[in-house]
């Protein structure tokens, strides 16, 4: 329990910053996002310009907020929709067992022998490299993992006594699975959820930095980082900010993780 | 023990081989004909039926992937649209690339980080601990594209130590090719010590909690001993697995770190194919970095029984 209190408080002060920026830049942002100014192209931090202005004159704080609701965004919906497959793949699977079990596990497994980034990357073209392409490409990507997961719950659940006595209660099948299976999946569904948050939003600013990502002009934290690389020597805050974003918000992921994973699940407690 | 080896070598077999029919029918998801996606625009209807036919898409599916399966089985991955080359040597070819940033780097990052996990697991909750755990996770949420151009701005640019772009092969100027090397290997180093000190430390204190360490330090052995001797050997098993999943990320997300640091390398590769819809390419990465992938983690499992002979009972 002793690292759990400054695990969980930095971690979840840097997730509710970043959940707070992507709320606050629908209402306010200190400048135009996309708007062009070349009247002030690159200029460094400045009383204007807290973290200065892009190749375009655009502000860069704008653009970093708005960078920070799209990755959120999209972050939300990979992992919804992984979740969603994942967790109805894996509720068939394990609950039916036999025959089906077989064929839809073998068929995960195969999937699972990919590497996440490489299953991302050939979805990716196949569904066009876009902001839907990765949602779509990533959440696939990552179903097989929550499959398995679920599959694993499910598997030591079916035989306890509760669920046995639902049957016995003669309630139907998909109702003893919503109401009694489903909520024990829970522990070990959101510790899985939040390490693909993370994922997620790492795999798609590596995505957008490569320019398979969002396209410009719409601003991602990759895209710029990408955008500022030809101009590092001049204006190396074009690169520098961006990039620190991506980090906080992965280290309050990782810690958030690590808390979470200390109190969902005891017998890990203290060890990753 | 022949036996457990043979077994693992035979179950992989089924793996490689539902991989190959997920990439063939992955690239047949793409909308449109691929004859006509070969062809690119400069295709009328005379080539396009001829490509068909010479490419089997007349024939039924299965008859496709049969053909398909037994060139691949031969080497043949097919033949680059964009570069006009068979796929396959030019895949070996970046892959060698890639690999003498990708290994470097894991060996070093391994010899630094399992020591290091073991040291933070023995003296759980000191200030050693809580340091190299903060350090690793901090590494950990660091993006290797970030840290890249980061290490090119300071080293790079600022004091001039190493090149900044352009790339030349160790084969033609060793020295010369190294001093490219060492920002990337240095990049991805970091970042990998991050994720195998947060391992080792784990499987080290799971270990050190079981029974025969206490019976060990009634005994009367040594701290050292304890670690060297008796836990070393049962913690490393599952850092071996995550070294077996971090080769094959690395394959396929090395991406990054080629595009920061300007290296031919087989993700440049892929993600090129992908810009330039070159399909041969794409399914060809895609088929050699799984199988890659599956022999690497295959030959990690028979060495894991090294560490942890109770596998080849199960």
């Known amino acids: ?272 | 023990m022949l036996r457990f080896v043979l077994g693992r070598i035979l179950s992989a077999i089924p793996t490689l081989l539902i991989v190959s029919v997920t990439v063939f029918f992955l690239i047949r998801l793409v909308p449109g004909d691929p004859a006509a996606l070969l062809l690119g625009d400069h295709g009328d209807a005379a080539a396009l039926a001829e490509l068909r036919a010479q490419l089997g898409l007349d024939q039924s599916v299965l008859t496709q992937f049969r053909i398909w399966f037994f060139k691949v089985l031969s080497g043949d991955f097919g033949t680059s649209i964009w570069v006009g080359e068979p796929v396959l040597p030019l895949i070996i070819q970046k892959f060698l690339v890639s690999v003498q940033v990708v290994i470097p780097a894991v060996i070093l990052a391994t010899l630094i980080a399992v020591p290091a996990g073991i040291l933070a697991a023995a003296r759980q909750n000191s200030v050693v601990d809580v340091g190299l755990i903060s350090v690793a996770t901090l590494l950990l949420s660091i993006p290797t594209f970030w840290l890249g151009l980061l290490f090119l701005l300071v080293f790079g640019l600022h004091l001039g130590w190493l090149p900044v772009v352009g790339y030349v092969s160790v084969r033609t100027d060793f020295v010369g090719g190294l001093l490219y090397l060492i920002l990337p290997i240095l990049t991805l180093l970091l970042h990998e010590i991050g994720t195998i000190i947060r391992m080792s430390r784990a499987s080290t204190l799971e270990v050190l909690r079981l029974d025969y360490i206490t019976h060990a330090r009634a005994k009367g052995l040594s701290e050292g001993a304890i670690l060297w001797r008796h836990t070393f050997k049962n913690a490393f098993g599952p850092t071996l697995t995550l070294l077996g999943l971090i080769l094959g990320n690395l394959l396929s997300g090395i991406a990054v770190i080629e595009t920061v640091f300007t290296i031919p390398g087989l993700g440049r590769l892929m993600v090129d194919a992908i810009y330039a819809r070159d399909y041969p390419v794409i399914q060809g990465c895609m088929l050699f970095i799984a199988f890659i992938y599956i022999l690497v983690n295959l030959f990690i499992d028979l060495l894991y029984s090294f560490f942890d002979p109770k596998v080849m009972t199960q």
């Open chain 1, 1 to 272: 329990m002793r690292r759990f209190a400054p695990n969980a408080l930095i971690g979840g002060v840097l997730i509710g910053l970043l959940f707070g920026v992507a709320a606050l830049q629908t209402f306010w942002m200190p400048h135009d996002p996309l708007k062009l100014n070349f009247a002030a192209r690159l200029q460094a931090p400045s009383a204007e310009f807290l973290l200065g202005t892009d190749e375009f004159g655009r502000d860069i704080v704008s653009r970093l907020m708005m960078g920070a609701s799209t990755s959120v965004s999209i972050a939300l919906m990979t992992v919804g929709l992984a979740v969603l497959l994942g967790t109805t793949i894996g509720l068939v699977s394990g609950y039916n067992r036999g025959l089906v079990d077989r064929i839809i596990m073998t068929f995960n497994d195969a999937l699972l022998a990919f590497p996440g980034m490489l299953l991302a990357l050939g979805l990716l073209s196949v569904f066009g490299a876009n902001q839907y392409g990765i949602i779509v490409a990533l959440g696939l990507a990552y179903t097989p993992s929550v499959a398995r997961v679920i599959r694993g719950a499910v598997m030591s659940l079916r035989e306890r006594e509760f669920i046995r006595a639902s049957r016995t209660m003669s309630n139907s099948e998909i109702y003893t699975m919503m109401r009694h299976v489903l909520p024990n999946c829970l522990a070990p569904l959101i510790v899985l959820a939040t390490s693909m948050f993370g994922w997620t939003l790492l795999s798609e600013s590596a995505l957008s930095f490569l320019g398979l990502g969002v396209p410009p002009p719409a601003p991602t934290w990759g895209n710029m980082l990408a955008a500022g690389r030809p101009f590092i020597e001049q204006a190396s805050w074009l690169a520098i900010f961006p990039g620190l974003c991506i980090s906080l918000t992965l280290l309050g992921i990782n810690l958030l993780g690590d808390a979470l994973r200390d109190r969902l699940d005891p017998q890990m407690r203290g060890a990753v």
